[in-house]
């Protein structure tokens, strides 16, 4: 007050007490600056229960043990104000137990509370006493302070002259003169105000009722705008950063906002060609981040100044670790697939149907049959095995891949060997059968075609049928030799006599054989490998779509191109007929169509993930690329493929955004 008393109030009772009596709410009122107007106050912002007060000279106030009766004790001594009357006190806002006072003979004073002295004093305009207590002009001498809010050791100081305005800012590291001043004041400054939020701005008011706002570092206005009324007051809002107070003369407080006089809604008296687009901190990104190419991830935050960080961030590791070890794998194994294939079986043993295509992918990689045929669960060796045992012959030759060339009916086989090979084929017959389903049989064929189903015992070959046949065999009627041997059922004989006969009667014979012959499997199956026309066997497609597995080992084994076009017939009545996709990449692997395999492949992919199946998109892309590269090397397939092209490049992606661009390469 102007009679140098300071009073303390319950905010809390003045709201909630809204009455006319005035003493409800004041908790003390004292008399400290001895009748000395009060002209400055302020709470320090670390002790909330220290208050400075600048009047007579500096008090500071301790309302911690007793608010209504606080104790009161000078920041130290000696005074260097020299009994000159306080115009401003401003609390440190780094360190809280320094506090500054500037009085009206332009001295300011920088205390140690803690030693309970002053450290440190300097003087505007020292040589001009003009313009400090000694002026022949009647203007007021008020000088103001304020301590930057980030940096520990700088304030800035005003004074209200109208002669000689100024806002100069010192650094108590250098003080011998300010290290900045601010240009274009043209009145006496009443106030300033730091903003706490952003220290590049400052507001000041001015004795010609201008409100300037400042951007400390180009040292000019960004804006500018007048009131009605002279201010003597101006505060920041220490919450909302862009709100400012300003309190005139007669008490009466205006609120005002950064954005609304850059809206126009305050018409500033700036230049538009003098404004500045340099934006508050507060209207800064505080923090940001953005994704690069390669899972690269950028931020920045405004507590690192001039500093980003990047940082690799796998969008999922189980991939990237995946396509590592395949990587890693692929080097090692880079002449033969054979042995990673065993690996990637092995690692898949879990899924049966990944298991078996890479188990097929292994015998394709090994260039035998034998491994694919075991692939389809035709254990060669096994069979051989089994063999043995049941017949009690040593089978020591070699098990060799057939050689499926044209038969030669003159040297290609002897007799011995034919012998032998027809008798195997009529083990598969049943030789006890009923005599009445015999006769059935002959009655139904005919008497020209009279099959008999019990072979001869008569030892005699000079009478009965055996006779007609040594006679024809005697004049060289193989024909008719053949018909008896037939019309006895010694079909054995009627092949190998046959085979004498040439082709004609061999053809003859042998069609005759398959034709009568009871037996499903020899009339079809083995029918169809004796007379090489594996291709026929596919013509019976609901057998070969029952029996598919059993069909594709016959084409492997028994076609001179290892089934690849039986292989890939059966895999298109496995996919149109069946619908059985499984089934078909594996015949389109046997049958090394590239393109089929990979449209399934990539069709069975999209069908997981459409219907939520609990399959990764990331890991089933990493999976369809390991079975893609290894096929197309196993086949040495070099053929442009639009599909694979889009697959290729969506797993390059997919390297990168974890981090293995030069995997991705």
């Known amino acids: 007050m102007v009679d140098g008393s300071i009073s303390l109030w319950d905010a809390n009772q003045l709201i909630n007490n809204p009455s006319p009596d005035s003493v409800i709410g004041c908790l003390n009122i004292k008399n400290i600056h001895e009748n000395k107007p009060v002209s400055s106050l302020e709470f320090n912002p670390f002790k909330t229960n220290l208050l400075a007060s600048g009047g007579a000279?500096?008090?500071?106030?301790?309302?911690?043990?007793?608010?209504?009766?606080?104790?009161?004790?000078?920041?130290?001594?000696?005074?260097?104000?020299?009994?000159?009357?306080?115009?401003?006190?401003?609390?440190?806002?780094?360190?809280?137990?320094?506090?500054?006072?500037?009085?009206?003979?332009?001295v300011t004073v920088v205390w140690d509370l803690k030693s309970n002295k002053p450290i440190f004093d300097f003087k505007d305009f020292s040589n001009d006493s003009q313009y400090f207590g000694e002026s022949s002009f009647e203007e007021t001498k008020k000088v103001k302070i304020a301590w930057h809010p980030e940096n520990a050791t700088q304030l800035i100081v005003v004074c209200d002259l109208d002669s000689f305005p100024f806002v100069n800012i010192w650094d108590l590291r250098s003080a011998s003169a300010p290290i900045s001043s601010l240009s274009g004041i043209k009145s006496g400054l009443t106030d300033i105000s730091w903003s706490l939020i952003d220290p590049s701005m400052l507001i000041t008011s001015g004795n010609d009722h201008q409100i300037n706002l400042w951007n400390v570092k180009i040292g000019e206005p960004v804006c500018s705008f007048s009131t009605r009324e002279k201010m003597r007051s101006l505060n920041w809002s220490p919450v909302l950063p862009s709100v400012f107070t300003a309190t005139d003369h007669h008490g009466k407080t205006s609120i005002y906002s950064y954005q609304d006089i850059?809206?126009?809604?305050?018409?500033?008296?700036?230049?538009?060609?003098?404004?500045?687009?340099?934006?508050?901190?507060?209207?800064?990104?505080?923090?940001?981040?953005?994704?690069?190419?390669?899972?690269?991830?950028?931020?920045?935050?405004?507590?690192?100044?001039?500093?980003?960080d990047l940082v690799q961030v796998p969008l999922d590791p189980d991939v990237g670790k995946e396509a590592k070890t395949f990587d890693t794998k692929l080097e090692n194994e880079s002449s033969s697939m054979e042995p990673l294939c065993e690996s990637m079986a092995h690692k898949y043993s879990q899924n049966i149907v990944d298991k078996m295509e890479w188990e097929f992918l292994k015998g394709l990689a090994s260039e035998k049959n034998a491994n694919v045929l075991k692939s389809l669960g035709f254990d060669t060796k096994r069979i051989v095995q089994d063999t043995e045992k049941i017949t009690g012959v040593k089978i020591g030759k070699k098990i060799e891949e057939p050689d499926m060339s044209a038969p030669d009916f003159g040297e290609a086989m002897n007799e011995e060997s034919a012998e032998q090979f027809f008798t195997d084929l009529g083990k598969g017959k049943k030789e006890k059968e009923s005599e009445s389903r015999k006769q059935s049989n002959m009655s139904e064929m005919g008497g020209n075609q009279g099959y008999i189903e019990k072979i001869s015992r008569n030892t005699n070959w000079n009478e009965g049928v055996e006779g007609i046949i040594k006679q024809n065999l005697l004049i060289g009627n193989l024909?008719?030799?053949?018909?008896?041997?037939?019309?006895?059922?010694?079909?054995?004989?009627?092949?190998?006599?046959s085979l004498s006969g040439g082709k004609d009667l061999f053809e003859s014979t042998k069609s005759r054989f398959f034709d009568k012959n009871p037996d499903p499997f020899v009339q079809n199956t083995m029918r169809y490998i004796i007379d090489n026309k594996i291709q026929d066997m596919m013509s019976d497609n609901r057998q070969s779509l029952i029996d598919w597995r059993e069909t594709l080992a016959y084409c492997i084994t028994y076609s001179q191109d290892n089934g690849k076009a039986q292989a890939n017939s059966l895999g298109n009545l496995m996919a149109e007929k069946r619908k059985d996709i499984d089934s078909a990449i594996i015949c389109y692997l046997i049958a090394h169509n590239f393109d089929k395999t990979m449209e399934l492949w990539y069709f069975r992919m999209k069908h997981f993930l459409t219907r939520h199946l609990g399959r990764n998109l990331s890991m089933l892309l990493q999976q369809f690329f390991e079975k893609i590269l290894v096929f197309k090397t196993i086949i040495k397939n070099y053929d442009p493929n639009e599909l694979m092209d889009k697959i290729f490049a969506d797993y390059g992606l997919l390297l990168a955004s974890n981090g293995l661009g030069e995997v991705a390469l």
């Open 479 to 497: 024909e008719g030799a053949v018909e008896g041997c037939i019309k006895c059922g010694r079909t054995a004989e009627a092949l190998l006599i």
């Open 57 to 106: 000279e500096v008090f500071i106030h301790n309302i911690e043990k007793n608010v209504k009766n606080p104790d009161v004790f000078r920041p130290g001594i000696p005074n260097h104000h020299k009994e000159s009357p306080i115009s401003c006190v401003s609390w440190n806002k780094k360190i809280m137990h320094i506090l500054a006072s500037a009085s009206e003979n332009g």
């Open 262 to 308: 850059q809206s126009k809604e305050i018409v500033s008296t700036v230049p538009k060609n003098k404004t500045h687009n340099l934006p508050p901190r507060w209207l800064f990104r505080r923090a940001g981040c953005c994704f690069g190419f390669g899972g690269k991830l950028v931020s920045f935050s405004l507590g690192k100044k001039n500093k980003i």
